[in-house]
Every structure is written in C-alpha cells, then in structure tokens.
C-alpha cells in the first residue's frame, strides 16, 4: 500500500510539472557568444593593394622592408606580406612608421597581426597614438617561437580612447612597428620578420539614439 502511495505522488509530479519550452533562437548562449555580437574585425593592412613605399616611410635603421610571396601565407585569403630583413649585425632597433597612420574610429580593444619569426631573441611593439596625442608601445613579449603565429596585444586602459561622452569622434591611430633585439646576431644568421594582416577588434561607440518616431 506505502509503494502504491509513493507511485501515485511520483505520476502527479510528473503530470503537474511545467511543460517544456520550446529553445529560443534569439537567447544568447554564453559571454563569448555576446561579445561575437559587439565587436568585430577591422583591417588596418593587410599588404595587398599597396607597393611597400606607399606603405612605411624608410627605415630609420639597415634593414631592408618589402613585399614577399617567397613563403606560403598565414590565411589562405591573403597572397604577401611585409617582409623585415636585417643588413648588419650591428642593428640593435628597428622602427617602421607608416606613411599614413591608420586611423580606428570605433573603440578598439585589440589589435592583433600574424608574426613568423625563427626563435627570434627580440620584442616587437605595435605604436599607437591616443585621443589625447599621447604614443603607447603594446608590447608582444619575447618572440620564442617558430613559423607564423596569430598575435593579439590588448589595447590597455591607460589608452585613452574611451567613448565617454555620446557622439564623440576621436580616434586611435597606429603610429607604427618597432623591433628591438635583445643580442647581437652572426652576419650568417641575421633574422628574418614576416608580418600580414594588421587588424583590430572594435565596437561601435556610444552614440544618440535617433529620434522617436510619432
């Protein structure tokens, strides 16, 4: 009687929960699916559509800066890239500034590049400029790696680049790339820099919603 009594609670539960709902399509599933909502990929160079010397002003260092198909690409949507060669083993820093600094006028918290490097014994840093006139050096840490390699330096909060009032139209700039080596190398291994497809992760900036409509 007591098993039969336990039977006849379990089957009115079960009779009495709510139904399922059906899944929503427009339910966002977690964080990461909420930020592929906001922010999006702005390219910034990606070294196709320009010879090298409407691209970077002249070293300000021996090293040799061109365009280069000799290596297969990092992606298969693009066809060359920059190519860094260094003439001495005396050159300790090299700094290249682009003709016209690329300008991103949605808020950006990142910038990110492809790099290949053979266990290259250096540090490379993406220059920008802020809405205040102020250059900041994101910097990539060592290069201890081998063949390409998909780069991401954040874009730190004392960049002040912050939408802080609606409408605003400020905008960060990349100044340039600066490579600075932490030894000197042998005339027969001088390093080799590639680097393709400069680009950043943005999202819009606060701006006045349009007006009612009546």
């Known amino acids: 009687m007591k098993r039969l009594f336990v039977i006849i609670c379990l089957v009115s539960r ?12 427009n339910k966002v599933q977690d964080f990461s699916d909420i930020q592929s909502r906001i922010f999006r990929k702005e390219m910034l160079e990606n070294f196709e559509e320009k010879a090298i010397e409407e691209i970077f002003l002249s070293p300000d260092t021996q090293a040799t800066v061109r365009l280069s198909r000799e290596l297969a690409p990092p992606v298969t949507e693009t066809i060359q890239y920059a190519s ?9 820093r090299v700094r290249l500034q682009f003709r016209n600094p690329p300008e991103i006028k949605s808020y950006c918290r990142a910038l990110t590049f492809w790099l290949n490097v053979e266990k290259l014994h250096a540090r490379l840093s993406l220059i920008v400029e802020d809405r205040e006139g102020r250059r900041h050096f994101l910097d990539s840490g060592e290069l201890q790696f081998r063949g390409w390699r998909f780069m991401r330096l954040s874009v730190p909060q004392k960049v002040h680049q912050q939408d802080w009032y609606l409408d605003e ?6 100044i340039g790339i600066e490579i600075v080596f932490a030894r000197k190398y042998t005339k027969g291994k001088l390093p080799l820099i590639l680097i ?3 680009a950043a992760e943005v999202r819009d900036k606060y701006q006045v919603p349009p007006p009612l409509k009546k």
């Open 14 to 25: 079960l009779f009495a929960a709510d139904p399922v709902k059906p899944p929503n399509p």
């Open 84 to 92: 860094v060669n260094v003439a001495t083993p005396e050159t300790r």
């Open 169 to 174: 139209k400020s905008a960060l700039k990349l």
């Open 196 to 198: 393709d497809e400069i």
